[in-house]
């Protein structure tokens, strides 16, 4: 049985077959995948990629932070390019440069080329899933829609569980390099099944915002700069006091600049709306608080308690798994509790759990770590759940592309943001240079565990953005019809 149900409900676009139309699905499955799989499967070797290019662990938070950031960046352009130029030839050219951006990952052989290429791969990311997303909505009418973008969800918690487990044992039993080069078969496959069964839609544009995609661009770019050398001595205070001034001159450029335009960038207005600037103001903060969880944790494991990658990757696989086992209670808890209260409680426990983690050591028994790990993955499920869905609570059909847009990349450039918290905060406690030696170990330990403490505070702090909250907002959100991705 394919995801989208029988033949007979099943019309093609115009000029495109029944077998392309069913092969749709797999082929956005696929490229969801991929860009999942990347993220998780990169965290578990970070100790081992840092010690290979002869950097400090720590300095590895760019690697990740430099793709989600490129995310963030272009996201906002990615339903513009693809009505301009075409679904087919859009997707096409971001599965290749995701691709092209992994071989060159692999061949890397510094920290520099490697952060340049993971912005490249971050360019290729940010079409994949919007503009495949996109395909499917223009391809399956509703009452086939739920099913298919149900099944291309799977991706989206499959590669949780497998990543760190994968790249435990790719950093083991292989060469770190194999992590990228793994994308380059499943794109060039992807590459060719796009240009014989992707339909190719175009749409009437307007022109695009390129002075704001300038000032939000390099607004959030230098910002997220700023935060990652901070506290590495690289510059001055005078240098990141000026860095910092112009960062938030160039957002607040943006910011006036978008409230004269009728078709700008990312469509502000829509935070006049309480429960979208709720949920997405929200989820900003949320996220700079656990954003770096998955940075910080294979840091403990590996380089702190000396698990190998692949012990690594087991401990956090529960996370994954109660995630998935999350997913069928959410709606009634939501519907029973309200999104006020499950927000506000849900992440004072993230807050709570933080701290938890920050109590690991050498003696802590495995089934504790074990334990933490699965309430942590079932949590922060029903945190980015309720968060994502929120998001469309009380908007129309005409905003919800643009309410879609602000709230995927403030989730991009949050996510880019913790990682570099994280490392800001780990660095504080983390002797400058000091990475090997006997004490290293334990320095790495106690440092990561104040990190942990500081971002459980931070996290529990960001409740305040949900006590705008009203009873019962929310509560028009449909679980099966509206929300098209609600994957966190």
């Known amino acids: 049985m394919t995801p989208t149900g029988s033949s007979s409900a099943i019309a093609p676009a115009p000029g495109h077959s029944v077998a392309s139309k069913r092969l749709l699905p797999w082929l956005v499955a696929v490229a969801f995948f991929m860009e999942s799989l990347d993220t998780t499967i ?18 590895m938070k760019a690697v990740l932070a430099s793709y989600t950031l490129s995310l963030a960046v272009f996201i906002p352009i990615s339903g513009w390019v693809a009505d301009k130029f075409g679904t087919r030839r859009v997707f ?11 071989l060159l990952c692999g061949l890397s052989s510094n920290i520099h080329e490697l952060v340049a290429c993971r912005i490249l791969q971050g360019m290729g990311g940010s079409m994949m ?25 799977i991706p989206a918690l499959v590669a949780p569980m497998l990543g760190p487990i994968a790249g435990g044992l790719i950093v083991d039993y292989l060469h770190w390099r194999f992590i990228f080069f ?24 307007h022109p695009l915002d ?49 409230k004269s335009l009728a078709y700008p960038l990312l469509q502000l207005s829509l935070f006049k709306i ?17 954003g770096g969880i998955p940075f910080l944790l294979p840091l403990l494991y590996q380089v702190g308690l000396g698990f190998t990658p692949v012990q690594s990757g087991l401990l956090i696989m529960p996370q994954a798994i109660a995630a998935m086992s999350m997913k069928a209670i959410m709606p009634r808890l939501l519907a029973t509790i309200g999104y006020r209260w499950v927000l506000i409680s849900n992440t004072l426990v993230l807050g709570l759990l933080l701290l938890l983690f920050a109590t690991i050591g050498i003696h802590t028994p495995i089934w504790v770590i074990v334990l933490l790990a699965f309430f942590y993955g079932a949590f922060t499920s029903l945190q980015y759940t309720s968060m994502n869905t929120l998001v469309y609570a009380d908007t129309n059909d005409q905003q919800s592309s643009s309410a879609s847009s602000i709230a995927s990349t403030m989730q991009q450039m949050s996510i880019s943001f913790g990682v570099a918290t994280a490392g800001l905060a780990t660095a504080f406690f ?39 909250l009203k009873r019962g907002d929310g509560d028009a959100v449909s679980h099966h019809e509206k929300i098209l991705h609600p994957n966190g």
Do not use: C, Q
């Open 274 to 290: 309480r429960t979208f600037r709720a949920a997405v103001s929200g989820s900003f903060f949320t996220r700079i608080g656990i």
């Open 92 to 102: 096409a050219t971001a599965i290749g440069l995701f691709t092209l951006g992994s």
């Open 430 to 468: 983390v002797p400058t240079g000091h990475v090997s030696g006997p004490s290293a170990a334990t320095e790495m330990i106690h440092g990561i565990h104040k990190a942990l403490i500081a971002l459980g505070v931070l996290t529990m702090i960001s409740t305040i953005v949900f006590h705008s």
């Open 210 to 258: 390129i002075v704001g995609l300038i000032l939000f661009g390099s607004g959030i770019a230098l910002l997220s700069y700023v935060l990652e050398v901070f506290g590495e001595h690289t510059l001055s205070r005078y240098e990141i006091s000026g860095l910092t001034i112009l960062s938030l001159s160039l957002l607040a450029g943006y910011w006036l600049h978008a």
């Open 182 to 205: 793994l994308n380059i078969p499943i794109g060039l496959i992807g590459l060719i099944m796009v240009y014989l069964h992707l339909p190719d839609y175009r749409e009437d544009t």
């Open 129 to 153: 899933v919007p503009v495949g997303r996109l395909t499917l909505v223009r391809s399956f009418g509703k009452a086939d829609l739920l099913r298919a973008m149900s099944f291309v969800s």
């Open 42 to 59: 990169l965290n578990t070797a970070v100790p081992a990629i840092s010690a290979a290019l002869h950097v400090g662990p720590l300095s």
